[in-house]
């Protein structure tokens, strides 16, 4: 008895540290006719808590508490509840499952964001969207196109690519050092490269006013180029040359082809990809005798990485860390789970005691260790949970912690294609595809690998590891593997 | 008449008692089935038994040559009487220096601080070397939960999953990859045959 109660406590003493909820989760902005405003959240585990009081004030709702939970009257006249004790709210006869309970600090009760999204919205009366990727709730009918901008220089040619989704009309205009891209809109949901640094284009930002694009001109701009093309899924595609001073190079005739393959993907396809560079900050991982560190091979290919996918795919792509910094395992599943991506890979180099040790090898989950509960998440689909006032409903019910179950089957395809991807152009270990309980795998929502790229404790492959020419190796595999994946996906 | 009844039914009741000490307590210690009961039985302050000098054959595992698997090797260990008890003792040794040529897949310095049951999962508390010490790398850490788990569980039929804590904590990982948050069973699959 006496060891039980001990070890409760030793469980609970590892507890404590996540209990106090950190705020370092990037703030949601809420547009409206009336302008911009904020919405603070912070991170309880992996999920996005916001101050119920806060949502309240921003969408004019009253809150009160009663036996049943949290009574939301909306503007509309309808009510919400949500449950205090388990991750479930009710709005018109419907029960909504939301990824943790309400919590409470002092006063104030804190709820999931995806409250608004699920729970509040379709009661709510007037148009309102949350959009958790690019951290946007929109209310009321604004036009909020998503913009996504990317830059390739070619020679003495810099191509800016402007998807915009759903199409909008816009204007292009110049000044000394900068071209606006104004759009017809209200706001933007933008994802745009920042600082880019080269000769031509320095940056592509957030313009001046609420829809605009900047794109900042470099030293060596000499003329321009804009033209547009219908992209796929009824998006527009606005792409703008860029060249240096003519007489120095004339600028080269457009090419027949687009450049980068277009992409509004069709559903079920790889729209998002989440990278999560291994280890970081404090956490160094596994270390080579000359000193090469794990965190440091794995920042520096994911980023490569990125950058391949992005510029040859247009696949929008993530990484989990982009500096060298401590995150923890649950924090890197749930920046893939956010995103919703499609494809979560975790890299990594591996370690032996044995310095003959060497070669990729290719993890996903074994499900074995995880016992009856993830083997009946893996064969289910969904579950039929009771409504309020009687009957049943299906809903998706997971357990986030097992949400790998689902994705198993399509986990062994990745791993597979990944390791034969290696083993046509790399040192690959013998057992090339593993399966192990790998705790960063377990809660991915989504087709999920661990990719070890060989061994730093083995001394050629240390070498060959910290080098650009086997990184870029890697980088082509991974990219072959995605794309093979998706294609066989199709 | 009356008298030699008495000291036959004297002999018959003493005769009673021998076979009731035999049956009970003599021939279940020396072949042991554990008396404890196996619920959360602490070992740490077992007394040492007089049985000390016995010892029995446990599989252990060690990382084979080619740094990719473990190996089975016959140790012996000395003998317990109990579950937990035995359990300890292949533990400590599973934590001593590996027999040439092999390594051993735990960090060096690395201790058991406790050893209990519940049911039949067991609950392995080790010293904060096994995560400190550990070089990193999803390989290595699986060989040092698999040489511990499956020492544990192929030696002690008893005990069908393990879960190791650190430090008295239960933990997430040792070193990043494996999950340690619940017990798990016994995997031959990092194993290779045995070399002798």
């Known amino acids: 008895m006496f060891f039980r109660s001990l ?133 009321g009918d604004l036009r909020v196109p998503q913009v996504v901008a990317r830059h390739e220089t070619t020679g003495s040619t810099a191509r800016v690519t ?27 949901d933008a994802q745009l490269p920042g600082a880019v640094g080269r000769e031509l284009v320095s940056a592509i930002r957030a313009g001046e006013g ?46 027949v082809e687009p450049l980068p393959l277009p992409e509004f993907a069709p559903a079920g396809a790889v729209r998002t990809i989440v990278i999560d560079p291994g280890h970081g900050g404090d956490e160094r991982g596994a270390r080579g005798q000359a000193g090469t560190l794990e965190k440091d091979i ?55 005691g044995r310095t003959a040790a060497a070669g990729a090898e290719v993890f996903y989950l ?13 064969r289910s689909e969904s579950d039929a949970v009771p409504v309020f006032g009687g009957g049943t409903r299906e809903i998706e019910v997971i357990l986030w912690d097992m949400a790998q179950a689902r994705h198993i089957e399509r986990s062994a395809e990745l791993a597979k294609v990944i390791e034969a991807a290696f083993r046509e152009k790399l040192p690959t270990s013998p057992r090339g595809v593993q399966q192990a309980p790998l705790r960063v795998l377990v809660g991915a929502n989504m087709p999920a690998v661990l990719v070890e790229m060989g061994f730093l404790t083995n001394a050629p492959e240390e070498r060959a590891l910290s080098g650009d020419a086997r990184q870029a190796d890697i980088v082509q595999v991974l990219y072959d593997a995605v794309v093979r994946f998706r294609e066989a996906r199709r | 008449m009356t008298r030699s009844r008495m000291i036959a039914a004297g002999a018959f009741a003493a005769f009673l008692l021998l076979c009731v000490w035999l049956l009970f307590i003599v021939l279940p210690r020396r072949y042991g089935s554990d008396p404890a009961p196996a619920a959360a039985a602490p070992v740490a ?23 990719e698997r473990l190996v089975e090797v016959e140790r012996d260990v000395p003998y317990a009487t109990s579950t937990a008890e035995q359990a300890r003792r292949i533990v400590e040794e ?51 939960v698999y040489a511990v788990v499956n020492a544990v569980a192929t030696n002690l039929p008893a005990i069908s999953r393990v879960q190791i804590l650190v430090g008295g904590r239960e933990v997430d990982t040792l070193a990043g990859h494996l999950d340690l948050r619940r017990p798990l069973q016994k995997n031959l699959t990092w194993i290779t045959a045995a070399p002798h």
């Not at chain 1, 996540?18 to 949601?28: H, I, V």
């Not at chain 1, 605009?212 to 796929?232: K, T």
């Not at chain 1, 920042?299 to 792509?317: D, H, M, N």
Request: glycine share 8%; charged share 20%; no cysteine.
């Open chain 1, 298 to 352: 794995t920042l520096s290919v994911a980023r490569r990485l990125k950058t391949a996918i992005e510029g040859r795919l247009g696949i929008r792509t993530i990484l989990t860390r982009d500096a060298d910094r401590t995150i923890t395992l649950d924090e890197r599943t749930a920046v893939a789970n956010n995103n919703k991506a499609d494809l979560f890979i975790s890299l990594h180099a591996n370690a032996s």
């Open chain 1, 7 to 139: 070890f409760a406590l030793a469980v609970l003493a590892t507890l404590q540290p996540a209990a106090p909820p950190r705020s370092d989760a990037a703030a949601y902005t809420l547009l409206s006719r009336e302008g911009r405003r904020t919405l603070p959240v912070r991170l309880a585990g992996s999920v996005e808590m916001a101050a119920l009081d806060d949502i309240a004030k921003l969408l004019n709702i009253t809150v009160r508490e009663d036996a049943g939970g949290l009574v939301l009257s909306l503007p509309s006249g309808q009510n919400v509840v949500l449950s205090t004790s388990q991750g479930l709210a009710s709005a018109g006869g419907r029960v909504i499952s939301l990824p943790a309970a309400p919590t409470r600090d002092g006063r104030a009760w804190f709820v999931p964001i995806e409250a608004v999204g699920r729970a509040i919205a379709p009661a709510y009366g007037t148009k309102l969207e949350l959009r958790k990727p690019s951290r946007l709730i929109i209310l």
């Open chain 1, 162 to 188: 402007v998807d915009i989704q759903p199409p909008t009309a816009h204007t292009v205009a110049q000044d000394a050092k900068t071209f606006t891209v104004r759009f017809e809109a209200d706001a933007l």
């Open chain 2, 45 to 67: 302050a077992a007394a040492p038994a007089p049985v000390e000098a016995r010892r029995i054959k446990a599989t252990l595992y060690y990382v084979a040559e080619d740094g």
């Open chain 2, 94 to 144: 599973q934590l001593k220096a590996a027999p040439e040529p092999f390594v051993s897949a735990l960090p060096a310095g690395t201790t058991l601080r406790a050893l209990f049951l519940t049911g039949s999962d067991a609950y392995v508390d080790l010293s904060t070397e096994i995560a400190s010490g550990h070089p990193g790398g999803s390989r290595e850490e699986i060989l040092a």
């Open chain 1, 366 to 378: 074994s499900l074995a260790e995880y016992g009856e509960e993830a083997a009946r998440i893996a």
């Open chain 1, 210 to 255: 609420a829809a605009e694009v900047a794109v900042d001109l470099g030293p060596r701009f000499g003329s321009f180029r804009s033209a547009e093309q219908p992209g796929e899924r009824g998006a527009t595609r606005l792409v703008i040359d860029i060249f240096s001073p003519s007489g120095e190079a004339p600028p080269p005739p457009p090419p």
